[in-house]
């Protein structure tokens, strides 16, 4: 049974990553590269560490690198998380009517709170982010509110060896005009290796205010705690 659950899982990596290469070869569809990690210092504190490489196709052509840690605080037990942060980003943004790009650096400092909830198999997280961003002589404020839904298909929760359905939606406000940043709209696949490993492959389609991207999106999320609660 576990060798017949390992080849459905490489069927369906294969698959995705036929599909991933061949459409960003052909459309305007770009690749993200994700990874998350939310180590428990203790049962209160924990370490939020991600590292994000965006591409303008599968692989390749850097769009920009995304590098965010921080530290939370659990108001109630292993929820209802407070957490201040630090990003730094790195954007290659093609130039008008050119080949060549131009390299923007941002420092970003952020807040964030994080609650979650379940209703039978459907998992819940409501997460609230301000960011404050410094770009070269710009200083900006932007709000961020995203709801997702995990929803494990073949367990009646997320544990070893499930398969789950996963979705959010991201809104993203300026404090100055234009209010509207930009929208994100995700649903993926996913899998839990244990209890402290999962992936997921899945598709983002992005609407900012005069334009779209579609991306494909691969990510791995780690919670291997400090201690051994």
């Known amino acids: 049974m576990k060798f ?15 599909l991933n290469f061949t459409y960003a070869q052909k459309t305007d569809t770009g690749n993200w590269w994700m990874y998350f990690g939310n180590q428990a210092i203790n049962e209160k504190w924990n370490w939020h560490n991600e590292v994000q490489y965006r591409n303008y196709d599968f692989v390749g052509d850097l769009q920009q690198l995304l590098l965010r840690t ?25 130039l008008p ?17 994080i609650t979650k909830q379940n209703f039978g ?8 982010r301000v960011e404050e961003r410094f770009i070269k002589d710009d200083f900006q404020v932007r709000f961020r509110y995203l709801l997702g839904l995990n929803i494990p298909l073949n367990k009646s929760k997320m544990e070893k060896n499930a398969f789950y359905f996963s979705t959010y939606n991201e809104i993203f406000i300026n404090g100055d005009s234009p209010t ?19 992936v997921e492959a899945g ?20 919670t291997i705690p400090f201690n051994n609660q």
Do not use: C, P, W
Request: no cysteine; charged share 20%.
């Open 4 to 18: 017949l659950t390992i080849k459905y899982i490489l069927f369906i990596v294969t698959i995705f990553l036929s």
């Open 70 to 94: 921080g530290i939370g605080y659990n108001l109630t037990e292993n929820n209802n998380n407070v957490l201040l942060g630090y990003a730094y980003i790195t954007s290659k943004n093609y």
């Open 97 to 113: 009517t050119s080949d060549k790009k131009a390299t923007v650096n941002e420092h970003r400092i952020f807040q964030q709170f």
């Open 121 to 128: 198999r459907t998992f819940i997280q409501h997460r609230f």
């Open 180 to 198: 509207f940043d930009r929208d994100r709209l995700y649903v993926a696949l996913g899998y839990v290796i244990n209890k402290n490993f999962r």
């Open 203 to 222: 598709f983002m389609r992005q609407i900012q205010e005069h334009t779209g991207r579609n991306q494909f999106q691969i990510g791995i999320y780690n």
